[in-house]
């Protein structure tokens, strides 16, 4: 599951660096109000994206 997990992570890296550098800057750094909403929505619809593109749990 985990190597899955990986390998699907290395074969989109453009979303995968947007996704590891929006959460960092959310965990990291306090942008105003309405940046962070649209920033924590962004990094919803990606997690999203990952869950049904890796379908972990077939």
Request: aromatic share 18%; with cysteine.
């Amino acid at each position: 599951m985990f190597k899955k997990f990986i390998s699907g992570l290395i074969e989109s890296p453009i979303l995968t660096s947007i996704f590891v550098a929006d959460f960092f800057i959310l965990l990291f750094h306090r942008p105003p109000f309405v940046f962070s909403a649209i920033m924590l929505g962004s990094l919803v619809v990606m997690c999203m994206y990952f869950g049904q593109k890796l379908a972990l749990f077939k």
